[in-house]
Each structure stands twice: as C-alpha cells, then as structure tokens.
C-alpha cells in the first residue's frame, strides 16, 4: 500500500484533536501547530511534533517554516486550517502557500473574506435570499431609541471580526442585551469597540432548534459530502459552541444550504448554522465556518467523514463511498456539558431528570475524552484535577460560565 500523502493541521484544540482522529484512523500522519503554548492537542498521540514545533508566531517566519517543512516530504501535504485566526493567516498567504500545500479553493482571499466578514457575510445572504436574524450595523454613535426602533429587545451584539474580540468578550461568542439599561451600558462602556459590529434580534427558542450541515465542494463546485445534526445544548449556554448534539436528517437545512453555498461558488469544507423561528416557521442562517468544526468527531460516528472526503479530494485519491449517514449518533464535550446542563437546570430552562437522561444514552464520541488516546486522557486528568483544586465549589454559576480559564480549549 502506497503511503499517504501527510497532513498539517493549523490548530491543536479539539476542533483540530477531532481532524486528526479521523485522519489517523485512516493511516494519515497528522502533524500540527497552534499560537497558544497551552494547546492540548499536543499531548494527542494522533498529532505529531514538526520540526520547527508546536507553537508558532503567526509572521513571515512561520511561512517559511511551513514551506522548508513541506520540502521534508516526497508527497505534497494537505493543509488544514480549524479556527479562524488560522483561516486568515492562510488566505492572506493563499498565494505562496499553494504552491507547495494542497489547500481548499475557499481560502483564497477573495472567497473567504465573504464568509470571515460578518458585514460581507450578511449582504451576501441578501443577494441569495436568504433569510438571517433582523440586523442592524453600527458605526459607533448610535443611540438606544434609534437602535429599539429598528431592533426588538432581547438582542446581541455580534463582532464583525470575532478572532479580534476574544480579549474583550472573556470566552463569550456574543455580548447579550436583555433590555433598555443593558442597551445603555453597552454603548457607554463599549463604544469604541462598536465601530463594524452589529446588533442582532435573538431568534426565540430551545438551543434544539438550532441545526448544522457540513459539506464538501470539489475544485469544479460540485457536492461530494454532506452531513446534517442539530445541537442539543451549548457552552456557553444559549450563545455558544455546541456541547452535545446528535445526528438527524435536516433536510430543509440541508438543501438551503447547499443551494446558498452553490451560488456563493464556495469550494472546499465548510459547516452551517440555522435557527428555526418559531414566529414565522423559517429556518434563518447564522453562520457558515469554512473549515472542520468542534464537532467534526460526529460525523465519524454517524459514517459521514467529509473531512476525509475533503483530504482524498485535495491529495488528489481516489474519493471514497460514505456509507448512509446514521441519524442518532451522539457527540458530547462532557465537561463543557455538564456545567450548561447545571446552569439551565438552576435557570428553570430545562429539568434535572430529562438532563440526567442524556448521559444514560450511548454518548459515541466525546471532544477530549477518548481512551485510545492515553496521553491526551493523562493530560487531562491532570488538567480537571488541577481545576478542582483551584475552584473547588462555586455557588454562583454564573461566575464558572463567565470565567475564560475554566476550559481553555475555548475555540470551536
């Protein structure tokens, strides 16, 4: 059996651990790189060290240590950017790197600006018709009773570049504004920040109603993979990552977003978001991220690797049969999960047995937790020890969702 052409994964938290599972299980090697020095993927027994090693600067340097770690190998390597500080690094290199990586179509620039551009991103959805949550931009002056005349409370207030704010939203996604004062705080005390963000209606709703599709696009735009589930719950609640979903046929999802995706000439491997409104009955888009996801592990276990599908595309294999997607499958982040589960638990959202209930089906697959991957477990244990000792009990759940540090493995 020939060997496999290598890849690189531009990320060691678990949206890059869950790449590398299934690639590894494939015979791939998977090597890696991340800009934090507490990266857990590292400890994974699924990545391997580069030469130049796991942490990097993202400057001209790390280009030329990419290309020089590219010529080592008699095959060309897949690149495989998994968050969105990585996905502009390459698509503002997409030129050079190219010639010496195998890279999705979609990270050039002129394509993934659509989709890393909040304000781009929206004005694309209206020129395709499709539907998104009421939104209003600002450029930093806006008073409340402009905004509420135009927006209806509650309401979010959503970065246009969101890699640029971590330091400002604490581990949050989004700043929520459940009314008027809110409203007012926020634009005293975050008015400079304002300036190319936006302000967005919060469709009502369950954390159930939110559904995904990833899909794959060859070079010619034409579908080779696709794959549906929906979220169960979040970290952090309400306004975060998925932290247990399932797999299930959305097929409505589904045909939006490959319709959408088909006429924006996206190619490469990307994931949806959609919200069903209740008002109105209409799925409405939330975002595209145009590369592997936290949750990527999911459609292993549902017999649905459209990242493997995207890697024999790019390395030029032949593409392999996806077997019918299995629709129950379950992926969980368990310590992430627990601590949302509490938190809508003590919040009256959800009650305590129907939370309980979920654990006592077959969770298939877990974000860190995997015993095949001993030093990542050892590492792990480790690191939940290490928290129990520093924040022992806490009352005030709030506090533990607010705190950046509890799980570092914070990107999606």
């Known amino acids: ?21 299934i690639l590894h299980c494939h015979g791939v090697d998977v090597y890696g ?14 990545i391997k060290k580069p030469s130049f090693g796991f942490e990097t600067d993202l400057n001209k340097k790390f280009v030329d240590n990419l290309i020089y770690f590219s010529k080592r190998f008699s095959k060309k390597m897949v690149l495989i950017p998994c968050s969105d500080v990585f996905i502009e690094f390459v698509s503002s290199h997409f030129d050079i790197l190219n010639e010496y990586f195998y890279i999705q179509d979609s990270l050039n620039p002129d394509i993934s600006e659509k989709f890393l551009n909040k304000r781009k991103f929206y004005s694309l959805c209206e020129e395709l018709n499709i539907p998104y949550p009421k939104t209003l931009y600002l450029k930093g002056y806006e008073k409340s009773d402009y905004i509420l005349q135009r927006l209806r409370l509650p309401m979010i207030l959503k970065p246009n570049l969101i890699h640029k704010w971590k330091k400002y939203l604490k581990g949050k996604k989004v700043v ?7 409203l007012n705080d926020i634009l005293k005390k975050e008015r400079e920040l304002l300036k190319d963000s936006m302000l967005q209606e919060i469709i009502p709703g369950p954390e159930e109603n939110i559904y995904v599709c990833k899909c794959y696009f060859d070079k010619s735009g034409k579908l080779l993979a696709s794959f549906t589930g929906k979220k169960i719950r979040q970290y ?7 932290s247990y979903m399932v797999s299930c046929e959305a097929k409505e999802v589904e045909e939006i977003s490959i319709s959408f995706l088909t006429k924006a000439g996206f190619k490469g491997i990307c994931g949806t978001e959609f919200k069903y409104d209740p008002r109105d009955g209409i799925f409405k888009m939330l975002e595209v991220n145009i590369r592997p996801q936290l949750w990527e592990d999911l459609t292993r276990v549902a017999g649905r690797e459209v990242v493997w599908v995207a890697y024999c595309d790019l390395a030029g294999l032949e593409i392999p049969e996806l077997n019918s997607q299995r629709n129950g499958a379950v992926w969980c982040f368990l310590f992430r999960d627990i601590i949302s589960g509490i938190w809508h638990v003590s919040k009256g959202n959800g009650k305590f047995w129907k939370w309980l ?56």
């Open 176 to 182: 929520e504004i459940k009314n008027k004062d809110e």
């Open 33 to 46: 790189v991340d800009v934090s020095e507490r990266a857990i993927g590292k400890f994974s027994r699924y």
């Open 1 to 21: 059996m020939h060997k496999l052409p290598p890849a690189l994964v531009l990320d060691l938290s678990p949206t890059g651990i869950a790449v590398a599972r």
């Open 357 to 412: 209930c979920s654990y006592m089906k077959k969770i298939d697959t877990d974000a860190l937790i995997d015993f095949r991957d001993f030093p990542l477990l050892v590492r792990l244990l480790g690191y939940i020890l290490k928290e129990i000792y520093l924040f022992k009990i806490r009352p005030n759940l709030d506090l533990i969702r607010k705190k950046d540090d509890f799980f570092p493995y914070h990107r999606r």
């Open 236 to 242: 952090p609640p309400i306004f975060g990552s998925g």
